[in-house]
């Protein structure tokens, strides 16, 4: 099971840092990382890290989002800095059982799911 926390509503520039806490899921060396869907659209890579802590970002986002993992404690982070409107949707942690590098992380197939924060940007 993966739990979100962390979303909310802020103004254009401002930040916020979201978390995702595993049960029953030890992220290890698999591929995890932060989805998005926004109304109307499709879901979307965000962030995602791969087998050696190596990280890929969705152009849209790179420079002013950070995915982080603390293997410890079973928990992932996205923290989020400089947001923008376009960058509101419904924010998915996610989880899979493939390793690979960050790119193949991007696009393989996550095969479980949180439940969703949701995350609101106005100008």
């Known amino acids: 099971q993966l739990m979100e926390s962390g979303g909310g509503s802020v103004q254009a520039g401002g930040s916020l840092r979201l978390s995702c806490v595993a049960s029953?899921?030890?992220?290890?060396?698999?591929?995890v990382g932060w989805f998005r869907q926004a109304p109307g659209k499709e879901r979307e890579a965000v962030a995602v890290?791969?087998?050696?802590?190596?990280?890929s970002y969705a152009d849209s986002v790179k420079g002013r989002f950070t995915i982080g993992k603390d293997n410890a404690k079973n928990t992932l982070y996205l923290q989020m800095n400089s947001l923008k409107p376009e960058d509101t949707a419904m924010y998915y942690c996610a989880a899979s059982t493939m390793i690979g590098s960050s790119l193949y992380c991007l696009s393989t197939i996550y095969a479980y799911w949180g439940q969703g924060t949701q995350v609101t940007v106005s100008s």
């Open positions: 890290i791969a087998r050696g802590a190596f990280t």
């Open positions: 029953r899921y030890t992220f290890s060396n698999y591929c």
